[in-house]
C-alpha cells in the first residue's frame, strides 16, 4: 500500500501528464488535488495525443478509479465536455470518476471576471489562463463560493447561482462590460449538474477507505512549485497550494500517509505567463529550445518562455516539497546542443546568493551565475535504461540530481508512454 503524490517543480509545464500515465500502471487510484482547468496535461500513447485539464491523467488507463479532490476549482462545462469527447474516444469516464463534494464550481462570471482583470490596466498582468482560477479560489476564501455538492439540489443551486450571478453582473456593469446572460447560463448550468450530480461523492471518504483496505493511490498535481501561491514568485502565481501541502488540503490525505513525492523537472526551464524568470534565454537561443521543445502551452497554445535549469529554484522546491523521486523530462531536446547551462547561484547587486529571494524587486534583479557543460550531440530517444544513455548526459543527470538534493527516479526522452525509464 502506498501514497505517492506528484508535484511540478519548476513552472508548471514539467511533463506530469506523462508521468503520471506511466505511474498509474503502479496504482489503483489517481486523484487530482488542486488547480482547475488552467492544467494542461498531455499524454502521448502509440499514435494517440490526449489532452487533458480537468481529468486526471490516469483515466488513461482502463480499470483505474479517478477521483477530483476537495481542492480543485472545476469547470463543469469543461468536465462535462472533456468525459464526453473522452468517451468518444472510447475511453470509459463517468463509471470511474468520483467528483468531490466540496470541490467549488468555477461559474462563466469567474471567467469573465478573470479576462475583465487581466485586461484592465487598474492590475498588474498576471498572464493567467483566463479560465476563471483566481476569482472561483476567492470566492471560496470568501465564503460565498458554490461547491459540486450543490449540484445535487437544484432549487438551492439555482437560488445561490442566481444571487453571486447577479452580484457579478453588477461589477460588470460598473465596469461597462457585458453582463452575463443569467437566464441561459442557468438552463445549461442545469444540465451539466445533471450529468455531473451521479459521480459527486464525499471523495475523502472514499479515498481514506480505499487506502485502508491497501489501494496504492497516487496524487496528481498540477502547476508547479513556482506558481504556489504561497512559496511562488507573488503575485505571479496561481491561487492554489500546488506544493506537497495541497496533497492534505486538496485530498483530505494525512501527511503522515504520504509515503513518496514524486517532484518532475524538465531537463531544461519554461514558463508560460508573467513574472520572474531569472534563467530565460531572451535571443536566438530561447528560441531555438522552444522550437526543439515544441514548447507552447497545451492550454492555452501561448509560446513558452524557455531557459537553463534553474538548480536554485529547484532545490528550494525539493526542500519545501520533500521531493524524494526525481522525474527528468525532455532530455531529448538537448540532445544537439554544443553546450548546455545550469544555474548554480544567483547574483543580486552583486552578492552571490544560493538562496531563491521572495522579494519581487530581488527577483528583477537577479544575475544568474551559471556551470557550462559540453553537449553529448546524439539522440537520447531510443534510450531505455540509464546504460543506454551517453556518458555526458549522464554526467549532466547526476549533476541535477546532485544540486537539487534529490535521487533521480525517472527519465523521459520523448513524449510518448514509451519513451520513458526508471532510473
Ligand atoms: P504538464 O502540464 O506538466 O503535464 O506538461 P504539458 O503536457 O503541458 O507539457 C509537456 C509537453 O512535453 C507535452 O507536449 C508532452 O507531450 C511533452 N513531453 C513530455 N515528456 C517529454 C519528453 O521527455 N520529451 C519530449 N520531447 N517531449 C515530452
Ligand atoms: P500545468 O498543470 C503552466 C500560469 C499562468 C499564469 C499563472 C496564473 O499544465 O502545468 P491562472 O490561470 O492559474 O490564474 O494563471 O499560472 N499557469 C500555468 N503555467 N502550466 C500550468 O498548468 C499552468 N496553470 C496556470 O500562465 O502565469
Ligand atoms: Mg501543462
Not at 29 to 35: H, P, Y
Not at 74 to 101: A, G
Not at 212 to 226: D, P, V
Not at 272 to 284: D, K, M, N, R, W
Request: net charge negative.
Amino acid at each position: 500500500m502506498s501514497s505517492v503524490a506528484l508535484i511540478g517543480v519548476q513552472w508548471g509545464d514539467e511533463g506530469k501528464g506523462k508521468i503520471i500515465d506511466v505511474l498509474t500502471e503502479q496504482s489503483d487510484i489517481v486523484v487530482r488535488f488542486q488547480g482547475g482547468a488552467n492544467a494542461g496535461h498531455t499524454v502521448e500513447i502509440g499514435d494517440e495525443k490526449y489532452v487533458l485539464h480537468l481529468l486526471p491523467s490516469g483515466i488513461l488507463r482502463e480499470g483505474k478509479t479517478c477521483m477530483i479532490g476537495n481542492g480543485v476549482v472545476m469547470d463543469p462545462f469543461q468536465l462535462v465536455s472533456e468525459i464526453t469527447e473522452l468517451e468518444e474516444r472510447n475511453i470509459s469516464v463517468r463509471d470511474r470518476l468520483q467528483l468531490s463534494n466540496r470541490a467549488h464550481v468555477v461559474m462563466p462570471y469567474h471567467k469573465i471576471a478573470d479576462g475583465l482583470r487581466e485586461s484592465s490596466n487598474k492590475n498588474v498582468k498576471i498572464g493567467t489562463t483566463k479560465r476563471g482560477i483566481g476569482p472561483t479560489y476567492a470566492d471560496k476564501a470568501n465564503r460565498v463560493g458554490i461547491r459540486a455538492g450543490d449540484f445535487l439540489k437544484l432549487e438551492r443551486l439555482e437560488a445561490r447561482f442566481r444571487k453571486q450571478a447577479e452580484r457579478y453582473n453588477e461589477q460588470f456593469e460598473a465596469q461597462n462590460a457585458e453582463a452575463l446572460d443569467i437566464d441561459a447560463t442557468w438552463t445549461e448550468l442545469k444540465q451539466a449538474a445533471e450529468f455531473l450530480a451521479p459521480m459527486i461523492e464525499d471523495t475523502i471518504v472514499s479515498v481514506n477507505a480505499e487506502m485502508k483496505s491497501g489501494k496504492n493511490i497516487l496524487l496528481e498535481g498540477a502547476q508547479g512549485f513556482w506558481l504556489d501561491i504561497d512559496y511562488g514568485t507573488y503575485p505571479f502565481v496561481t491561487s492554489s497550494n500546488t506544493s506537497v501541502g495541497g496533497v492534505c488540503t486538496g485530498a483530505g490525505i494525512a501527511p503522515s500517509k504520504v509515503s513518496d513525492v514524486w517532484g518532475v523537472v524538465k531537463a531544461y526551464t519554461t514558463r508560460v505567463g508573467e513574472g520572474p524568470f531569472p534563467t530565460e534565454l531572451h535571443g536566438q537561443e530561447g528560441e531555438d529550445l522552444r522550437a526543439a521543445g515544441n514548447e507552447f502551452g497545451a492550454t492555452t497554445g501561448r509560446p513558452r518562455r524557455c531557459g537553463w535549469f534553474d538548480a536554485i529554484a529547484c532545490r528550494y522546491a525539493v526542500m519545501v516539497s520533500g521531493v524524494s523521486k526525481l522525474a527528468v523530462t525532455k532530455l531529448d531536446v538537448l540532445d544537439e546542443l554544443d553546450e548546455i547551462k545550469v544555474c548554480i547561484a544567483y547574483e543580486i547587486d552583486g552578492e552571490r546568493t544560493t538562496e531563491f529571494p521572495a522579494d519581487i524587486d530581488d527577483l528583477d534583479k537577479i544575475v544568474p551565475v551559471y556551470q557550462s557543460f559540453a553537449g553529448w550531440k546524439s539522440s537520447t530517444c531510443d534510450c531505455r535504461s540509464w546504460e543506454d544513455l551517453p556518458a555526458k548526459a549522464q554526467e549532466y543527470l547526476t549533476f541535477l540530481s546532485e544540486q537539487i538534493e534529490a535521487p533521480l527516479g525517472i527519465i523521459s526522452t520523448g513524449p510518448n508512454r514509451a519513451e520513458t525509464f526508471f532510473v
